[in-house]
Each structure stands twice: as structure tokens, then as C-alpha cells.
T-cell receptor, first 116, second 111 residues
Framework: ETGVTQTPRHLVMGMTNKKSLKCEQH?????MYWYKQSAKKPLELMFV???????ENNSVPSRFSPECPNSSHLFLHLHTLQPEDSALYLC???????????????FGSGTRLTVV | DQQVKQNSPSLSVQEGRISILNCDYT??????FLWYKKYPAEGPTFLIS?????DKNEDGRFTVFLNKSAKHLSLHIVPSQPGDSAVYFC??????????FGTGTRLTIIP
């Protein structure tokens, strides 16, 4: 149990579908992140939320739409994706700026997304 | 421009021997470094960290060394065990900024 739960674990979707990824943490953290992991690439930061406010969007295409209704939940809404968007999508959380960050981020297990 | 680099995509080590994973960085402002371990189909989990004011941090079989002048850090695992087979990510941070990750090194421990 990592403390950060992601659902679903696996998702196959067509290019015209709309789906959402969900992330939930009950660690009392105030910052949440979406990362994308593609083969042979570094973990790519997509979005950062601090206290429910989006503080960073790393030039992510608009077909990815994040939502953070509260500090414990984070969603990634997907629509009209491309096959190259197939990847492992990881959610992470951390304390906000007051955190000594001794342990960095706590990651979820990820959602393996396949776009067909 | 990749600020954190792991130049070895893979490494194989005999069980019981020492595994050494390397990481180089370019941003001299980084002041905190972390290693994460990732099994297939799971998210990365924190392994060990080091502050830039130190040059060594040890936790059981895992030791991280930091050479600031060379902008290089390494993770030593000794003795290596089959359960250590995983992908290892190096990450770095400046102040309270976000973590910057390397591309990872896949470590395989050979029984």
C-alpha cells in the first residue's frame, strides 16, 4: 500500500473515446502531480497542483485535462488521444513547500494506458 | 536539455556482488538528490536520499555517494540480491522546486 491509489490500473481506449484517470491520496499531502512514463524516456512531468491550484502545466496538449477538486483527489480527463499517448501515467503527491522533502514524492502504481 | 542523466540504460550484476548505479547532473543549484526504485507495473518508490551538504549517506545495503565537484552521484548496493532487480531512477531538486528525474537504469541481479 503506497498511500497513493490510482484507478484504473489498465485502460484501453479508442482515439474517439473520453475517459478519466483517478488518483487519491490520504497522506495529508498538499501537492499532487501527473507524470507520464514512456519507454526509454525520463519521467515527464505533466501537471502540478498545490493546494488544489494548478501551478504548472508542462506544455501538455489540451487533449489531457486535469482536475483537482480537493487536496486528496486528482483526475486526468482524456479525449481524442493519439496512439503515441500510450504510456504509464503516474500520480504522485508530496507535502507542499514546508516539507523537508526528505522522502520526495509518493507515487501511485500508475495507469497503463493503451490508445488504439 | 536533460539536467539529470543516467548514461547506462542497463546493468547486470552477480548476486552477492556490488551494484553501482551512476547519475550525472548539470545544474549546480541542485541541493537534494534522491534514488527511486521501480518494479514493473508499479510506481517508483523512494529508496534513499542525500543532501548537498553531505558526500555520503548509508541505509543498510544502500549507500549513496555525492561528488559535487564532478556533479556526480552513485548508488551502491551491497550485497546485491535478486529482489534488487528493478529500474532505478535518480532525481534531483533545487530548493522547493519539483524533482527532475533521469531516464533510469535497469538493474538485473543474476542468481
Amino acid at each position: 500500500e503506497t498511500g497513493v491509489t490510482q484507478t484504473p490500473r489498465h485502460l484501453v481506449m479508442g482515439m474517439t473515446n473520453k475517459k478519466s484517470l483517478k488518483c487519491e491520496q490520504h497522506l495529508g499531502h498538499n501537492a499532487m502531480y501527473w507524470y507520464k512514463q514512456s519507454a526509454k524516456k525520463p519521467l515527464e512531468l505533466m501537471f502540478v497542483y498545490n493546494f488544489k491550484e494548478q501551478t504548472e502545466n508542462n506544455s501538455v496538449p489540451s487533449r489531457f485535462s486535469p482536475e483537482c477538486p480537493n487536496s486528496s483527489h486528482l483526475f486526468l480527463h482524456l479525449h481524442t488521444l493519439q496512439p503515441e499517448d500510450s504510456a504509464l501515467y503516474l500520480c504522485a503527491s508530496s507535502q507542499s513547500r514546508t516539507d523537508p522533502l526528505a522522502y520526495g514524492y509518493t507515487f501511485g502504481s500508475g495507469t497503463r494506458l493503451t490508445v488504439v | 536539455d536533460q539536467q539529470v542523466k543516467q548514461n547506462s540504460p542497463s546493468l547486470s550484476v552477480q548476486e552477492g556482488r556490488i551494484s553501482i548505479l551512476n547519475c550525472d547532473y548539470t545544474n549546480s543549484m541542485f541541493d537534494y538528490f534522491l534514488w527511486y526504485k521501480k518494479y514493473p507495473a508499479e510506481g517508483p518508490t523512494f529508496l534513499i536520499s542525500i543532501s548537498s551538504i553531505k558526500d555520503k549517506n548509508e541505509d543498510g545495503r544502500f549507500t549513496v555517494f555525492l561528488n559535487k565537484s564532478a556533479k556526480h552521484l552513485s548508488l551502491h548496493i551491497v550485497p546485491s540480491q535478486p529482489g534488487d532487480s528493478a529500474v532505478y531512477f535518480c532525481a534531483a531538486r533545487f530548493g522547493n522546486e519539483k524533482l527532475t528525474f533521469g531516464t533510469g537504469t535497469r538493474l538485473t541481479i543474476i542468481p
